[in-house]
């Protein structure tokens, strides 16, 4: 499909020129300056999760059996209110393209709120945690750490919370640098603590899973406290108004719930019937469960980075649409496809032809008959991931670019039907009636994700986003 032509006259809002050089606006270099640090603070977070499975891998299989799902458990809760806040950033982004920052500052007020009432809500999930975990039906064992994990990872949450929110005024505005060094930091903290609290190391003593959940909450609130102060700094204050565009804003509150409650009900949702998913595979076994749980992990190394591009794409994208100019932002979106596909199918071919390597910190320092249990099973997971690989770049950049419209609505419909209907209810058929193995589940895992692709793809070429604004109309 060619490339929408551009006009090559310069564009002004409200009298100021936005933009004098069509070649750039919508260029691979704007992209690219938006895209590269989020790109890397993704990375971090894709690093993070690997030194996690990996030092619970030296710790015991069992650990890492319990890390995933119980995880996943508290990232289902947790999605929709850290979806809805995480939904600023569109706002931030359109306020920017229509020239109206110190709205943009109420926005994110209004997300921090959000965050705080969520985030104290949240922390009250660790009290059920182990009757919680004893009702799944996991083996004891891994019950007993799945349960000891998740009740840490809740104290998370109001930092979690509100690093999203505040994270949303920096990458809202492309100003991405700021949330790269921040994340980086969190995630060294992160790995330091993993490192001496799970094992023991120094003067502390061995926590094992417990002490990566409590190096998750010192990581996030390290996180938050470095944002805040840089929110807080004089010449933002100054210049957005970041401190008196503290009030509750009622309207602005109800447009931001509109359009981001939706997204945080998709985050959800989506999130969900992958716990679902992982919990019907518990029931396989454990070696099954951790062989799928060390796959999703390897998986976060194409995955999460790529998210980082697909947040640049949602700012371009919102930014375009509050300047009025969406041919732009299908310029970019199909400039970010190129670039993600093409670094999705490097790592496809990676997970076919090297497994061994990727593995191989895995195998390092952990028991020789638990790793000789799980290297066969995942390897063959890992064929399943290269097969989806690509469709999973179509999701993360056509998804992100209508929902940086403000297309929100069909994201949530679109992925809730075809997650439970392809993958969850055909998993749960397969081992309930039909006996059906790990392979099974992981095919319609795989055929899940093709879907989302080729739907979002779809929803995208069709154009309706392109009329959409979640934005009020500037004042004349």
Known sequence: MSEPELPHEPIAIGGVV??????HA???SELLRI???LIISSGSVSVMHLANAVFLTWDSSTSLAAVVPAGVLQWTLISAVFGTVQYANTFVAQYEGAGRMDRAAAAVWQAIYLALFGGVLLNLLALFAGPLFDAIGHDKEVAVLEADYFGMLCFSSVPMLLTAALTCFFSGQGKTRVVMVVNVIGVSVNILSDYLLIFGNGPFPRMGIRGAGISTVLAQTVECLLLAWLFFQPAQRAKHGTWRNRAFDRDLFKRFLKFGFPQGVHFFLDVASFSVFMLLLGRLGKVELAATNLT????TLAFI?????GTAVSTLVGRRIGEGRPELAVRSTWTAFKVSAVYMLFFAAIFVVLPDLILMPFKAFSDPDDFAALRDPVVELLRFVAVYCFF????IVFSFAIRGAGDTRFALLFSCVVAWTVMVLPTWVSIRWFGGGLHACWWFCTIYIIVLGIGFFARFQAGHWKKMRVIEATPK
């Not at 936005?18 to 070649?23: K, L, Y």
């Open 305 to 309: 980075p790529m998210l980082g591009l």
């Open 18 to 23: 936005v933009a004098d050089d069509p070649e």
């Open 296 to 299: 999703f992990r390897l998986n």
């Open 26 to 28: 919508g260029s691979l």
């Open 392 to 395: 999973d770049a179509m999701v």
């Open 35 to 37: 895209a590269v640090p």
